[in-house]
T-cell receptor, first 113, second 112 residues
């Protein structure tokens, strides 16, 4: 079964510092991978996706993600964190045979001013 | 293009009642998926519809059901509500299998 894991429940970073939110995956075949963000009392917003091609994927709001096949990882990164980036972040993979996604457990990002 | 819309945004019900939630996908999207989000269980897949057919169902009891109409709008129903059904219910639509889904704002259901 396709799955993703987010090893950190929470990540704390100071504003202006780089941030990384970790995700590892377990999929058969070529992986499609996604990152979503959720602000309080809101639905999920799509940030970026990896389908194939360049290992560094650029997305919305200055976020990017690095696909690493040997480490089966797809970490979310941003060079300079903003307080407004504080939110819940989910890594996801399509479930085999369906359009719905299987999500990781989520990582809460807290950016301190 | 309008995004995914969900109604109502908030609901308060009592145990034993039933509830119906509605979702309108992005225009042109024929696939609709439903998820339940709780602090303890995270995001869990409920079911998925495509062209009025349920394609997949998650591991939820039969009290949870859904349907999709010819205009791709979808409803989900929960009967005999339990306290544990309190959650944020999210609907998402997509255009192509395996690609990203677009989510609505969710319906916050509180069961008292």
């Amino acid at each position: 079964a396709q799955s993703v894991a987010q090893p950190e429940d929470q990540v704390n970073v100071a504003e202006g510092n780089p941030l990384t939110v970790k995700c590892t995956y377990s999929v058969s075949g070529n992986p499609y991978l996604f990152w979503y963000v959720q602000y309080p009392n809101r639905g999920l917003q799509f940030l970026l996706k990896y389908i194939t091609g360049d290992n560094l994927v650029k997305g919305s709001y200055g976020f990017e993600a690095e696909f690493n096949k040997s480490q089966t990882s797809f970490h979310l990164k941003k060079p300079s964190a903003l307080v407004s980036d504080s939110a819940l972040y989910f890594c996801a993979v399509p479930h085999t045979g369906r359009r719905a996604l299987t999500f990781g457990s989520g990582t809460r990002l807290q950016v301190q001013p | 293009k309008a995004g995914v819309t969900q109604t109502p945004r908030y609901l308060i019900k009592t145990r034993g009642q039933q509830v119906t939630l509605s979702c309108s996908p992005i225009s042109g999207h024929r696939s609709v998926s439903w998820y339940q989000q709780t602090p303890g269980q995270g995001l869990q897949f409920l079911f998925e519809y495509f062209s009025e057919t349920q394609r997949n169902k998650g591991n939820f009891p039969g009290r949870f059901s859904g349907r999709q109409f010819s205009n791709s709008r979808s409803e989900m129903n929960v009967s005999t509500l339990e306290l544990g059904d309190s959650a944020l219910y999210l609907c998402a639509s997509s255009l192509v299998e395996g690609q990203e889904q677009f989510f609505g704002p969710g319906t916050r259901l509180t069961v008292l």
